[in-house]
């Protein structure tokens, strides 16, 4: 199950998509999500699909492994155009059928909404996909910078969110071990009535804390002897940096930008 | 209680991109009251063959044999309580499984879920206690209030208060200074003896093999390379020499003897007792002749 | 002996809560280019010792000196950069998300110019030979070499002193053999000093001198030939002997006479080899 769940995992490959800046990613994604609401009609969506199907297949990710990995999504958009085919009672009757009524209004918002719904996913995994977490954090941090001005901790939240991504495997492997030791002890996970298995889960829970507080203890006295102090005057190692590719990837977001403008009703 | 691995193999994250052979064709037969050492460079396979030996792991290939229980491949294995029951493991660093509020809790853990009464297994407690060498008072301590030498020995009486026939330990000692692990490995063998178990020790250490092992495995790159008695194992050295594993000090000593003063002593000597006396012997022959 | 670059005197610490001192009345002096062992079973006030030495903790009497200067709330920035220190748990002192982030992360802290930095990390990877591990991840490490790239993280920061706090007690022999050599050569290569807080004997055999603690004091100063004839008193200490002295005594007892009290592998071999003829 977990090993086919492809949110916020990232797939090395070597393509224009992978190379390009976080910080253009980031932009593109977000600029995106506010321009996907100025499609309105037919050929607005087609053209958001077309930009959607250019980028996903410039990013080399095979086609199977997203089929594979976004499966269970597709279900939630399906279940978005059913949800607006019913309950939208606007226009034309188009079927008829015992109770159930689906009207014109109905099945275009159910197919545009649906639609949007599903591009949506498929650029945010696409940023996931093909930028390394610590990529993104990096991004973050310094498209977030200004906000330093307005007091916003911004270096210790990407400090906060590189340690996590750091530790997150170690906490993996320390829970399928203390999982394990539980299980030779006689605890069982996995079979029982309900209320057999929220107990079970304190005797993994609780180890689990210690070693994490522990860890989050001995790393802050690890750090401090190297001299960690704060985010004043420090430099950085990881460097971002921008290529001809990020601005040609802005223009032709901005020419889509443009052509929705023209082309929504 | 006789364990039998026969030809296992087992695979990681298996039909995934991220397929692994972890371990291949091992087989391992460990009778009743045997003290087997398995041995081996981390990343060998020998952690994965511990968890077969209680169902923590189902293999990919091949049976095994714990008690009258067969385990088989490719099979829905339910109700391992009672496996679990007679096979305690000993995991690395066993402080890390404690969470009850009192240490007496967490030492009857494993007895109330294998269905012991309270009552019993309060008094299981008490013994195993004695056992790792604490005293009574701290029963009623948080776990975690103790020193880290004392939170193993807590961790390892939970173990011994399922009264297990067959005892598995990974790397028991680690971390702990010498005199903390000399105390921890004599209480297993001690116990070993006294109730007649089965002890497989998982270690890195060339030395524990030598002393307390009636069998040693040696296992490399998911498979078992070598297996027999410490005397067979320890007689070829220069094989282990080239797998990267150390010898026993002693072994290494009387190699480097003989080879340097081309003295002859028949065969290898496991203990600093056995080896002095040989080459004293030896030595004093080399002046009468 | 070269000259004294760090000094206790009279130093006494207490941790919260705790009756006893963890650390009591302790006066030492730590040389220049010297490899110093400090050894005691758990609790007997070495790992204290380090966490004073950089000023983790600060102790309620007396005076630490490190490399000319007093250790207080102002000079410990300027102490951090010349005493390295590298832990025991190889996950816990790991902050970068990749093997070359983690040996960044202390020039981060000191602000030391890009270029600079990716001169550093190259060089100090290279000298623990974890420089084919750039990009890699810490959970692809191995104990031993997750603990290279702790010691490379110090080296970038090019302190006189490198503090190895138990760094070796949860590798296994071949990540323990892979770091004890890493250092050795580091040690060789240019003046460090090394002060290695451990509780395994064979390791401190290898070192210049070596002191011994218990119950917050220091026990026992002196090189390995003197502590190691301390004998059954170590076993006593909680702390085990080196083979070779286990091996000379079972030869004493059985009447061969050998000329001092510790020897080495080497040394008792050849001892064996000439009493040969003296029997």
Not at chain 2, 24 to 49: L, N, Q, R
Not at chain 2, 58 to 84: C, F, M, T, W, Y
Not at chain 2, 144 to 164: K, Y
């Amino acid at each position: 199950m977990m090993e086919k769940m492809i949110f916020g995992r990232y797939v090395p490959a070597d393509s224009v998509i992978h190379k390009m800046d976080s910080r253009s990613k980031l932009i593109i994604i977000f600029l995106f999500v506010c321009i996907i609401f100025l499609a309105n009609n037919a050929v607005t969506y087609a053209l958001i699909g077309i930009y959607t199907f250019f980028m996903l297949g410039m990013s080399r990710i095979p086609v199977r492994f997203l089929y594979g990995g976004l499966k269970p999504v597709l279900w939630l958009v399906l279940f978005t155009l059913v949800l607006q085919l019913f309950f939208t009672k606007e226009g034309a009757l188009l079927v008829s059928w015992g109770p159930i009524k689906i009207y014109e209004e109905g099945l275009r918002m159910g197919i545009f909404i649906s639609l949007r719904f599903f591009f949506l996913i498929l650029m945010t995994s696409l940023l996931t996909l093909t930028t390394t977490p610590i990529e993104i954090t990096d991004g973050l941090e310094t498209l977030l910078n200004p906000l330093k001005k307005v007091k916003f901790p911004v270096h210790e939240m990407a400090l906060m969110m590189s340690i996590s991504l750091r530790f997150i495997p170690t906490l993996m492997q320390e829970t399928d071990k203390i999982m394990k030791a539980q299980i030779a002890r006689g605890v069982e996970f996995a079979s029982g009535p309900f209320k057999e298995r929220i107990k079970a889960v304190i005797p993994l829970l609780i180890p689990l804390f210690v070693s994490s507080f522990k860890r989050a203890e001995e790393l802050a006295i690890a750090m401090e002897a190297r001299g960690y102090r704060g985010g004043e005057g420090r430099t950085k190692y990881r460097q971002l940096s921008w290529h001809l590719a990020d601005s040609l990837q802005l223009v032709l977001l901005a020419m889509l930008t443009i052509l929705l403008f023209l082309l929504r009703s | 209680m006789d364990i039998s691995l026969q030809h296992i193999d087992y695979r990681y994250q298996a039909n995934t991109p991220f397929e692994r052979l972890a371990i291949e064709d091992v087989s391992i037969d460990i009778p009743s009251g045997t003290y087997m050492a398995i041995i081996g460079h981390t990343g060998s396979g020998k952690s994965t063959v511990l968890q077969h030996l209680n169902a923590l792991l189902q293999p990919s290939k091949g049976i095994v044999k714990i008690g009258d229980r067969e385990i088989k491949a490719q099979q829905k294995n339910k109700n391992l309580k009672h496996v679990r029951q007679k096979v305690g493991i000993v995991f690395q660093f066993p402080e890390h499984q404690l969470f009850e509020e009192t240490v007496e809790r967490d030492i009857i853990f494993g007895p109330l879920n294998f269905g012991v009464s309270e009552p019993v297994a309060k008094q299981r407690a008490r013994q195993a206690l004695k056992q790792v060498g604490l005293a009574e008072e701290i029963l009623e301590k948080s776990p975690f209030d103790l020193s880290g030498g004392q939170m193993r020995r807590v961790a390892i009486a939970g173990v011994l208060a399922m009264e297990p026939d067959v005892i598995v330990l990974d790397e028991p000692t680690a971390g702990l200074d010498p005199r903390g692990r000399k105390e921890i490995m004599d209480m297993f063998y001690t116990l070993h003896k006294e109730r007649n178990l089965s002890t497989i020790l998982v270690t890195h250490s060339m030395e524990d093999a030598a002393r307390y092992a009636d069998q040693i495995v040696i296992m490399q790159q998911g498979k078992v390379v070598n297996q027999g008695t410490p005397e067979e194992i320890f007689s070829s050295p220069v094989e282990l020499v080239k797998m990267g594993l150390d010898v026993p000090e002693v072994v290494r000593f009387q190699l480097k003897l003989e080879e340097k003063t081309g003295m002859k002593l028949g065969k290898i000597h496991l203990s600093i007792e056995e080896l002095s006396a040989a080459v004293t012997e030896a030595l004093s022959r080399g002046v009468r002749s | 002996m070269n000259e004294s670059i760090v000094s206790l005197k009279e130093v006494s610490f207490q941790y919260d809560e705790q009756e006893r001192y963890a650390l009591n009345h302790v006066s030492l002096d730590i040389y220049e280019g010297e490899w110093l062992a400090i050894v005691g079973h758990n609790g007997s006030g070495k790992s204290t010792m380090a966490k004073l030495l950089n000023g983790l903790q600060f102790p309620q009497q007396g005076e630490i000196t490190v490399c000319g200067m007093q250790l207080n709330e102002e000079s410990i920035w300027d102490i951090r950069k010349q005493i390295g220190m590298v832990f025991q748990n190889p996950d816990n002192q790991f902050v970068g998300t990749t093997v070359q982030d983690d040996v960044a992360f202390g020039l981060e802290n000191n602000g030391i110019p890009r270029d600079e930095m990716v001169r550093r990390v190259e060089d100090s990877l290279r000298k623990v030979k974890m420089d084919q591990f750039l990009y890699q991840e810490p959970h692809h490490l191995s104990g031993g070499q997750k603990q290279r790239v702790a010691i490379a993280g110090v080296l970038a920061l090019r302190p006189s002193i490198i503090i190895l706090d138990e760094a070796t007690s949860m590798l296994d022999p071949r990540g323990r053999g892979e770091v004890l050599e890493t250092v050795r050569l580091l040690k060789a290569e240019k003046a460090l000093t090394v002060i290695s807080i451990t509780h395994d004997l064979e390791e401190a055999a290898k070192a210049d001198r070596i002191i011994v603690m218990n119950k917050g004091e220091v026990f026992r100063e002196g090189t390995p030939e003197e502590i190691f004839s301390m004998d059954e008193q170590l076993i006593q200490l909680g702390l085990d002997i080196p083979f070779s002295v286990k091996m000379s005594k079972a030869f004493r007892q059985k009447g061969i006479d050998l000329s001092k009290h510790y020897l080495s592998e080497e040394e008792l071999v050849t001892e064996l080899w000439t009493s040969r003829f003296s029997i």
